[in-house]
């Protein structure tokens, strides 16, 4: 079979000689730079199709389109404050109070008279002719109606502008404002602003479905007791799983799939059929049972990258594959088998890519300048470093601290890591990178 690359894809034709000894031992697929890498990704976002979706079943979901005020907010002038609607001209002074306004449906819609002043609460509606409203601390007694429980007459200790502590019709929100712009994934804020403008369905992107499993006859599920000599329980899978829901996927569990091509095949054509991306673990790199890319291709696929010049997740493949009875296409990311290259790979290239294909206007990793707290060796390729940051700085600039061994199979290495270090190759020119330096940092969020 031959290749082109530079995501153009790889042809293909016979399926090629199995047997190990006959297999590559230098890998056919070029070292692609991050740059080239991530840009292909990118182009492969295609976004999901519309959904009327609840508004209590909002939480985190992607607006996908503009949501508009159909009322103003406040819909009618509202007091700001507890005390008393009042005209300007009578403040200093004493005042006859003629009746209490509350917060609610007014029945009875009350007028302002000079002299007068109406006691009035926080969100009521101001009477009629209120030119400014009074907070009762600036207020004292003078005297009561006969019942005593009622006040007759206050004396008002402060002058007022036209307008004080008076909300106006529409300042919080106009008729026609975007209250929600389309690409806005829905936090609590949002969705009380939705209920705010009398929202009770929300037009939202669909979740892309991912279709998710692990290879390899070493992998076993994370409630087996007693592991053979060579098991591992799979973390990846649990791992992916949570990451890609939050990233805001629906995500299908095609669990784990032996190094047995025939099944591997079968479980592909189904997460195919069934998924807008299909996302694997392992059998992707150079050992003989790494038979996934292979696979791509005899299932007609169109293998974008094999491998990245990045430290952790080398062998990172990307391919096309075609969706049966249809001209649309599968995206496949076969990410590494090392847990620690599986959860860098995925930060760096499937949040973005699930963010955007969700709708997602702001699908990026946010990116902030960091300080090394030790001098920091650096790497052939372009390294992600997993870091820890103290803020407490000085200057402000927060300080990466590694959370220890970067070795690829170590998880411990991202349980405490909230950002990852894009440390330069040495081909850049330096060997080390002295403390205090400063290097980009992509948050981990």
């Not at 992607?62 to 103003?72: G, H, L």
């Not at 402060?158 to 300042?171: E, F, N």
Request: one cysteine or more.
């Amino acid at each position: 079979h031959g290749h082109s690359h530079g995501g153009h894809g790889h042809s293909h034709g016979e399926r090629k000689d199995r047997s190990v000894a006959k297999r590559d031992r230098k890998s056919p697929w070029p070292m692609l730079p991050m740059p080239e890498a991530f840009a292909i990704v990118r182009g492969l976002v295609q976004q999901t199709t519309m959904e009327m979706v609840p508004l209590a079943e909002c939480l985190g979901r992607i607006v996908s389109e503009d949501f508009k005020a159909k009322d103003p907010l406040p819909g009618f002038p509202a007091s700001v404050k507890d005390g008393y609607a009042v005209k300007v001209q009578d403040c200093p002074g004493e005042v006859k109070v003629v009746c209490p306004v509350t917060a609610g449906p007014q029945d009875k819609r009350v007028s302002m008279v000079a002299g007068t002043a109406v006691r009035i609460t926080t969100g009521a509606p101001v009477p009629e002719g209120t030119e400014a409203v009074v907070m009762v601390e600036e207020t004292e007694l003078v005297s009561t109606k006969d019942d005593g429980q009622e006040e007759d007459v206050i004396k008002i200790n402060t002058s007022v502008t036209a307008g004080q502590d008076i909300r106006p019709v529409g300042v919080d929100i106009a008729v026609g404002e975007v209250v929600v712009p389309k690409g806005t994934c829905l936090s609590p804020s949002e969705i009380g602003l939705l209920a705010s403008v009398g929202s009770t369905t929300v037009p939202c992107y669909k979740k892309p479905v991912v279709g998710l499993l692990s290879t390899g006859d070493e992998v076993v599920n994370p409630e087996t007791d007693g592991l053979k000599y060579g098991q591992v329980r799979d973390s990846n899978r649990s791992m992916l799983f949570s990451a890609m829901t939050k990233a805001g996927a629906h995500v299908i569990d095609f669990g784990i799939v032996p190094d047995v091509e025939t099944q591997l095949e079968s479980v592909m054509a189904n997460a195919v059929a069934k998924c807008d991306l299909v996302v694997t673990s392992g059998g992707v790199s150079m050992g003989e049972k790494d038979f996934m890319k292979q696979l791509i291709v005899d299932m007609g696929g169109s293998i974008l990258f094999g491998r990245i010049k990045m430290k952790p997740g080398k062998p990172t493949t990307v391919a096309t594959l075609p969706k049966p009875g249809s001209d649309a296409k599968c995206v496949f990311f076969g990410l590494p088998g090392n847990p620690v290259s599986c959860m860098v790979t995925y930060s760096l290239f499937l949040i973005p890519f699930i963010r955007g294909m969700a709708g997602r206007v702001d699908s990026e990793l946010p990116r902030i300048k960091v300080k090394v707290a030790v001098d920091t060796y650096l790497d052939p390729r372009p390294e992600y470093h997993r870091a820890t940051l103290q803020w407490a700085t000085d200057d402000g600039v927060p300080v990466a601290v590694s959370t220890g061994s970067q070795c690829s199979s170590r998880l411990l290495s991202m349980r405490s890591a909230d950002c990852l270090l894009q440390l330069p190759s040495t081909n850049e020119g330096k060997d080390m990178l002295p403390a205090g330096s400063l290097v980009d940092a992509l948050l981990l969020l």
